[in-house]
T-cell receptor, first 115, second 113 residues
Framework: DTEVTQTPKHLVMGMTNKKSLKCEQH?????MYWYKQKAKKPPELMFV???????INESVPSRFSPECPNSSLLNLHLHALQPEDSALYLC??????????????FGNGTRLTVT | SQQGEEDPQALSIQEGENATMNCSYK?????LQWYRQNSGRGLVHLIL?????REKHSGRLRVTLDTSKKSSSLLITASRAADTASYFC?????????????FGKGTKLSVKP
């Protein structure tokens, strides 16, 4: 079992809905990430938080809004999504972001379907 | 910017055989990592090899790195049906956002019992 917990496992939402994805880790990691993965594709980086501060936003549309309330929690707020946003959303954490890169620990993801 | 390419895209073998997957990349790296992803699940870190290392072992896994050719290989020996998964190499992207992990396109491995 993974040490990064994501909820919900599955989510179906309409294009006018507002929903949130949640991610939690208790490994004391200070970097947390959101990745988006389409079917048969590699994960693509969306956001990076380092020490609870947003350090990277990979040109993600504003309908995706990340939040890091504390060092253990990471949220992704969703609003006015499009059907093409349907994907597996993966949360990950690592000890720190530095040159000697520490491995990522992934959750099992939230399977999002936008109708 | 950094980009990883795995080869082959798909690999089907019998249980007990060895599986070899290759990864090529474009720009200099500090380290290269390999991850496994079972269908519909998160990725699991397998092994990290630093740029000054040439070979690394972990159980049935053997990873090599050739920085002159900008390539790495992952060998799984004595494969099992449970090894069926997609395998991704990953490396940092220095051309874009510094220090971010960029994943290759992956190799889908199927091990038949």
């Amino acid at each position: 079992d993974t040490e990064v917990t994501q909820t919900p496992k599955h989510l179906v939402m309409g294009m006018t809905n507002k929903k949130s994805l949640k991610c939690e880790q208790h490994m004391g990691h200070r970097a947390m990430y959101w990745y988006k993965q389409k079917a048969k594709k590699p994960p693509e980086l969306m956001f990076v938080y380092s020490y609870e501060k947003l350090s990277i936003n990979e040109s993600v549309p504003s309908r995706f809004s990340p939040e890091c309330p504390n060092s253990s929690l990471l949220n992704l707020h969703l609003h006015a999504l499009q059907p093409e946003d349907s994907a597996l959303y993966l949360c990950a954490s690592s000890q720190a972001r530095d040159r000697v890169y520490s491995p990522l620990h992934f959750g099992n993801g939230t399977r999002l379907t936008v109708t | 910017s950094q980009q990883g390419e795995e080869d082959p895209q798909a690999l089907s073998i019998q249980e007990g055989e060895n599986a070899t997957m290759n990864c090529s990349y474009k720009t200099s790296i500090n380290n290269l990592q390999w991850y496994r992803q079972n269908s519909g699940r998160g990725l699991v870190h397998l092994i990290l090899i630093r740029s000054n290392e040439r070979e690394k072992h972990s159980g049935r896994l053997r990873v090599t790195l050739d920085t002159s050719k900008k390539s790495s290989s992952l060998l799984i020996t004595a494969s099992r049906a449970a090894d069926t998964a997609s395998y991704f190499c990953a490396m940092e992207d220095y051309g874009g956002s510094q220090g971010n992990l960029i994943f290759g396109k992956g190799t889908k491995l199927s091990v038949k019992p």
